[in-house]
């Protein structure tokens, strides 16, 4: 029997960071490993695709509004086809800021893809402008994100104190990263 396919939501609103994340995490792939990367956004930082074909990481964006919803089926669609076309161990999907976790869940959950994928904690990047902006930290959809996420993660810094409040408040685990390989061992090796 095949194994399943890891398949790990990095959530986040615009600016917090996930494509970086999703790069450093690169940067420690193991060597074995095929990944593939489905964004939902053009971010402020592109994915540097040589460097990513020179890892074995293969990059598709889904544009068109929410993965579940206005872009729902160009999402299954892409999917599908890095699935098929890169038979990955690993897949990274970075929703766009304001994504519905639940649904992007559910979907994954569901009789299609519930025999091929095993989904890792939903993580949710904080970040301190976001924290000490209240136009973010009132937010409903940043809000709904944090609820909807198994995890928090924050990078090391001056947004650390904030997060820690977040996370009580959510009964979240937060995790500290501290941009070296031991993140990547944090949210990679551990599944």
């Known amino acids: 029997m095949q194994q399943k396919i890891i398949c790990h939501l990095i959530a986040g609103f615009l600016g917090s960071g996930k494509t970086h994340l999703i790069q450093q995490l690169v940067s420690y792939k193991p060597v074995n490993e095929r990944w593939v990367i489905l964004v939902n956004e053009v971010g402020q930082q592109d994915y540097p695709m040589e ?11 889904v544009l068109g ?12 669609v892409a999917l599908n086809d890095m699935i098929k076309q890169h038979r990955p161990d690993r ?49 409903e959809n940043y809000l709904q994100l944090i609820e909807q996420a198994d995890a928090l993660l ?3 810094g001056e ?15 937060l995790t500290v990263l501290q941009g070296n390989r031991q993140d990547a061992h944090l949210l990679i090796d551990s599944y």
Not at 65 to 76: D, E, K, N, W
């Open 91 to 139: 897949i990274f999907i970075e929703p766009a800021g304001a994504g519905h976790l639940d649904n992007i869940k559910t979907l994954l959950q569901g009789q299609f893809y519930q025999p091929i994928i095993r989904i890792a904690a939903t993580q949710c990047l904080l970040n301190n402008k976001h924290l000490n902006d209240p136009s973010f930290t009132e937010h």
């Open 51 to 61: 460097q990513l074909k020179a890892h074995h990481v293969a990059v598709k964006t």
């Open 154 to 156: 924050v990078y090391a």
């Open 159 to 173: 947004a650390v104190i904030k997060a820690k409040e977040v996370s009580k408040r959510y009964t979240k685990p």
């Open 65 to 76: 509004g929410c993965l579940c919803c206005t872009a729902g089926m160009p999402f299954r």
